[in-house]
């Protein structure tokens, strides 16, 4: 740091008194900044630019097209009085509660499960080049494969029950696909297969980065395997933690095919994520604003999680 | 390479150009009729246009219901790049011609005489501000039975007048151990059984004031009540898998023998006709117990778009062509649905068919012929999609009795007006 200042410092007095630059490092200046700039453009309008059309969309009389009278906070009012109908649900109700019970399992479980096969990988076994791509292809089906197979599978009439049945064990029962109650965790189930084998291979990766050494020098010291890991080694993980985490928590959020194509919306609307309900409203029933005001509280609810968290580890790195 | 890169973009150039210029001999045409039948169908409308010189082209998007389609002809109309016609249901219509986006085919239709042979209702649908702004293309009727004759010989059942008569014949399958009813648990499917049911119970005058005019008063109404009763009746006669299940594989159940009757709209024929089956002997065609006389439809429209001046003569054809008396009937025969004339001669239909043709003339003169709400032809989409929500969550079982049903439906259809 020092010895570039001072270089720096050196430079500057020589620069300003060429009165041109080369044309070359002119041009290996603006090189960076002008490979740049298409995308940076398109990422401030089609990212930044339509959040900020859809909060306005959001507090306006849409219908099925898009109105550019402001109103007031209709569609907000609305949701804020559905967030409270419980009995029976109203559709709002259902996707909020479907996305906590969704978000918190399918983030659980997968770090949890991913955590656990990489560490049982990581024991120097023999065909682990097997077994890795084995554990990580789930990941190359798109969600409408995944819903299909699981829905075919969970079936009562089609899959595991009617095959268990067919075997003999005739008391066997696993309706939770058509159940309002449990449907829910069938999306979980889908989903945790899909992305575990992705989270177990950046822990594996993790866990490769991680010096012997100390490993080493805990194992001298006299460290029981269980002390290693929970002491050790996990907690170094600490980074991956954190970029599965944001993989895991976008993935929930944007979760939407998965539940079409798995439950085509669950038995009376019971398998609704906050996106269904977005795309219903804005598509299907031509009420864009209470849609974009759905969207907004989305995006309000994964940034009030996503930002603290983001903002205390990066600090941290920092430091 | 440089070179041959800019042939190819010069060539394309060109294409691009001459494409534009056939432009005014072209229709082009957005529809989700991508079934085998359906496809089949909207081949006599291509034929009957090749023959006046017009090609087609199809910007078809598959999925059944249309969603998908309507999202892309929502892109389509708002880059300012309209198709000459796309396939629409109902309220969508209204929507684009209140956004200003539909054209004007009154002088055609004034030509053609469609006010007269256009059922009154459909022309709710087909005019806006007095001006005709699509064609209607058929006339799905939704109150109807369609069962299985070879169950129901051997249980022994006759046709059902009442409801009472329905419940009746579906406990005799229950006995004999078929599914009676066989339903698919999506909320459009329960909604649209639930229609017939209303009609059934309350009567057309009810039924026109509940899910057309959705008066308050009816809604919330004992016979509302009752017909919330009378679909929790249904209810026990269906198979413990049946949530979630498409359509057409119901269908499939009563085709196979292993239901007895399925409630569904008459492109259910459809299904049959393609699994080689034949009215009267194969299967039967009853109207839902209780609305004989009365007929809630629903009805392909092709709305047709403002499009430049010379793609309009290319629009008229197809407006033509789509109401012409032949047309009408090849297409009807093979999709299954009746022609939107009521001047259309019945003699190529099949004996659902011609029940089908003389309910509606009949229902049309009587003024007994109803948009179906869960079709999207007796309210808004938004109405619709809350009632659909009421009565699927009904019989799911998150709304557990008929009182809190209608409450809720009276609450859930103010909050969507």
New interface residues.
């Given amino acids: 740091m020092a010895l570039s200042t001072h270089i720096h410092q050196e430079l500057l007095p020589v620069r300003s008194s060429a009165p041109t630059k080369s044309m070359r490092a002119r041009m290996q200046d603006a090189l960076p900044k002008l490979v740049l700039a298409p995308s940076f453009a398109i990422t401030l309008i089609f990212v930044y630019g339509f959040i900020l059309w859809t909060i306005y969309l959001s507090f306006t009389n849409s219908?099925?097209?898009p109105k550019y009278v402001l109103t007031d906070a209709r569609a907000y009012q609305?949701l804020w009085r559905w967030t409270f109908e419980s009995d029976?649900?109203s559709?709002w109700y259902t996707s909020i509660t479907n996305m906590g019970i969704f978000g918190v399992l399918y983030i659980a479980i997968c770090l949890g499960l991913g955590l656990l096969i990489a560490i049982l990988l990581d024991q120097k076994i023999r065909g682990e080049g097997v077994l890795r791509p084995i554990y990580l292809y789930p990941m190359a089906l798109s969600f409408i494969v995944t819903g299909v197979a699981w829905k075919w599978f969970l079936?009562?009439?089609l899959g595991l029950e009617q095959t268990l049945h067919q075997w003999g064990w005739t008391s066997f029962h696993f309706?939770w696909?058509?159940n309002?109650d449990f449907v829910i965790y069938t999306v979980v189930i889908a989903g945790v297969w899909q992305a575990s084998g992705f989270v177990m291979a950046m822990f594996l990766a993790g866990l490769r980065g991680i010096d012997s050494e100390i490993v080493k020098a805990s194992q001298i010291d006299g460290a029981s395997t269980f002390q290693l890991y929970r002491r050790i080694i996990i907690p170094l993980l600490r980074p991956v933690f954190l970029s599965a985490l944001i993989v895991l928590a976008h993935m929930a959020i944007k979760s939407y095919d998965l539940v079409v194509a798995l439950?085509?919306?669950?038995?009376?609307?019971?398998a609704w994520l906050p996106s269904n309900f977005m795309y219903?409203y804005t598509?299907?029933?031509?009420?864009m604003a209470v849609g974009s005001a759905s969207a907004v509280i989305m995006l309000a609810t994964i940034s009030a999680i996503i930002v603290p968290y983001l903002y205390s580890e990066l600090r941290e790195k920092s430091r | 390479m440089m070179r041959k890169l800019m042939m190819a973009a010069a060539m394309l150039a060109t294409t691009a150009l001459t494409a534009h210029a056939d432009d005014v001999k072209e229709v082009q045409m957005l529809h989700w009729w991508t079934s085998g039948g359906e496809a089949a169908a909207l081949n006599v409308l291509k034929q009957d246009l090749a023959k006046e010189g017009y090609t087609w082209k199809d910007v078809p998007v598959a999925g059944g219901g249309g969603d998908a389609a309507m999202t892309a002809l929502k892109a389509m109309v708002a880059a300012g790049n309209p198709p000459t016609a796309s396939q629409m249901l109902g309220y969508t219509v209204l929507d684009y011609a209140e956004a200003g986006k539909m054209g004007d085919l009154t002088e055609t239709a004034v030509a053609e005489g469609w006010d007269k042979a256009v059922p009154a209702a459909l022309q709710k649908f087909a005019v806006y501000d007095g001006k005709w702004v699509a064609a209607p293309v058929n006339v799905h009727s939704v109150n109807w039975l369609w069962i299985n004759k070879a169950v129901m010989d051997k249980i022994g059942g006759t046709e059902p007048k009442t409801f009472d008569d329905f419940i009746a014949l579906l406990d005799k399958a229950k006995a004999a151990g078929v599914t009676p009813l066989a339903l698919g648990g999506q909320n459009w499917q329960e909604a649209t059984m639930f229609d017939s049911v209303v009609l059934s119970t309350g009567g057309p005058e009810f039924y026109k004031k509940a899910f057309n005019d959705l008066d308050e008063d009816a809604l919330k109404s004992d016979t509302m009540k009752k017909s919330f009763d009378n679909l929790a009746k249904l209810k026990g006669y269906v198979d413990p898998n049946f949530s979630g299940r498409d359509w057409n594989l119901a269908t499939a159940m009563v085709i196979n023998g292993d239901a007895l009757v399925q409630v569904m709209g008459d492109w259910a024929k459809g299904e049959f006709v393609a699994a080689k089956k034949v009215p009267g002997t194969d299967f039967l065609c009853y109207r839902f117990p209780g609305t004989d006389g009365s007929v809630i439809y629903n009805s392909d429209m092709f709305g047709m778009f403002d499009v430049p001046d010379d793609r309009k003569a290319a629009q008229i054809a197809l407006a033509k062509a789509t109401l012409s008396k032949s047309f009408q009937s090849a297409f009807n025969v093979v999709k299954g649905s009746v022609p939107a004339r009521t001047d259309v001669p019945d003699t190529d239909f099949d004996a659902c068919g011609k029940k089908g043709i003389a309910d509606l003339k009949a229902a049309n003169e009587g003024g007994t012929l109803f948009g179906s709400l869960a079709q999207g032809y007796g309210a808004p989409p938004a109405v619709a999609n809350a009632y659909k929500d009421v009565v699927s969550k009904f019989v799911h079982g998150q709304i557990t009795s008929s009182d809190q049903a209608v409450e809720e439906l009276v609450k859930a259809i103010d909050d969507a007006k």
């Fill in positions: 219908k099925a097209f609305r029976p649900p559709s079936d009562p009439g309706d696909i058509k309002k439950t085509s919306g669950g038995p009376g609307g019971s219903e598509f299907k029933r031509n009420e």
